[in-house]
């Protein structure tokens, strides 16, 4: 079975500042997918990255930057000179490329900016 | 661009009731899943649908059933209703014919059983 873990529940930082929000994944099988959501206030799910198991290259995306490490199992996200609008609930899943096709969650990291 | 749309964004019930939601797909995606994410909670896998036909099953509730139909749009019922069904569910779409990795997700559709 997948799991993914997300142990941060709260994080709240002052606006312009970096954070980091951690997932920690576990999964028997070598192929899979990675991904963050984001679920703003209004609630819907918001597609934001998508990495394959077998790609372990870094990504940026203007403020947002992905940190991949099979060895650790781990797919940080960090979001650098935040910003009020960034303030949500984050979600990293987990799917599988062979078989089940369904999103393993973490619970979630409510992140809080504040002006 | 094209998003997932659900119907009705919002739906109060009473206890025993029943309750259908709405899915239709980002056009071209063939596949149809649905989540259920109640209060302070990640979203759980309900079921999914590719070409019609079940393609996998998670932790739905024997009183809860769906389909996906031939313009692949997809309906969730929903019986004897509960008030631990208050949740907020989700339809995603993907387009498994071409890998289908990445799942979009409509605005949702909250429930609430009184």
């Known amino acids: 079975a997948q799991k993914v873990t997300q142990a941060q529940t709260e994080i709240s930082v002052v606006e312009k500042e970096d954070v980091t929000l951690d997932c920690v994944y576990e999964t028997r099988d070598t192929t899979y997918y990675l991904f963050w959501y984001k679920q703003p206030p209004s609630g819907e799910l918001v597609f934001l990255i998508r990495?394959?198991?077998?790609?372990?290259q870094n990504e940026i995306s203007g403020r947002y930057s992905w940190n991949f490490q099979k060895s650790t199992s781990s797919f940080n996200f960090t979001i650098t000179a935040s910003q009020v609008v960034d303030s949500a609930v984050y979600f990293c899943?987990?799917?599988?490329?062979?078989?089940?096709?369904?999103?393993?969650f973490g619970q979630g990291t409510r992140l809080t900016i504040n002006p | 661009a094209a998003g997932v749309i659900q119907s009705p964004r919002h739906l109060i019930k009473e206890k025993r009731e029943t309750a259908t939601l709405k899915c239709y797909p980002i056009p071209r995606h063939d596949t149809v899943y649905w989540y259920q994410q109640g209060p302070g909670q990640d979203p759980q896998f309900l079921i999914s649908f590719y070409e019609k036909m079940q393609s996998d099953k998670g932790s739905i509730p024997d009183r809860f059933s769906a389909q996906q139909f031939s313009d692949y749009h997809s309906e969730l019922n929903m019986s004897s209703l509960e008030l631990g069904d208050s949740a907020l569910y989700f339809c995603?779409?993907?387009?498994?014919?071409?890998?289908?990795?990445?799942?979009?997700f409509g605005p949702g559709t909250r429930l609430l059983v009184l």
């Open positions: 995603a779409s993907s387009p498994l014919g071409r890998g289908g990795e990445t799942q979009y």
């Open positions: 899943a987990l799917r599988l490329i062979q078989g089940a096709q369904k999103l393993v």
């Open positions: 990495r394959n198991s077998f790609d372990e």
